[in-house]
């Protein structure tokens, strides 16, 4: 059975800094594209960033460019979002997403709040 858990979320002042970490497992996922998505209260959930497991290549939203940094650690299933320069609008719930085609996985979320 295919897991994602995500953790690392929490409470930060604006400025400052987390790291989540998404733990998969369940299958191989090197052939999946691993993604970071949010969901504030009252809005749809968005796209925050990705990456290709095969090439390590990374796409990112306009919005945490420069601040928010993906990456994977294949030994241990393992992607991280370092978010640095955090807004208070970007409280939300943060979500992990594995997808091949039109599969798709998500974990249970995890909350950060970011204070003004």
């Known amino acids: 059975q295919v897991q994602l858990v995500e953790s690392g979320g929490g409470l930060v002042q604006a400025g400052g800094s987390l790291r989540l970490s998404c733990a998969a497992s369940?299958?191989?996922?090197?052939?999946?594209?691993m993604g970071w998505y949010r969901q504030a209260p009252g809005r749809l959930r968005e796209f925050v960033a990705r990456i290709r497991w095969s090439s390590g290549s990374t796409t990112y939203a306009d919005s945490v460019k420069g601040r928010f940094t993906i990456a994977g650690d294949n030994a241990k299933n393992t992607v991280y979002l370092q978010m640095n320069s955090l807004k208070p609008e970007e409280t939300a719930i943060y979500y992990c997403?594995?997808?091949?085609?039109?599969?798709?996985?998500w974990g249970q979320g995890t909350q950060v709040t970011v204070s003004s």
């Open positions: 369940g299958r191989t996922f090197s052939s999946y594209v």
């Open positions: 997403n594995a997808a091949l085609g039109f599969t798709n996985y």
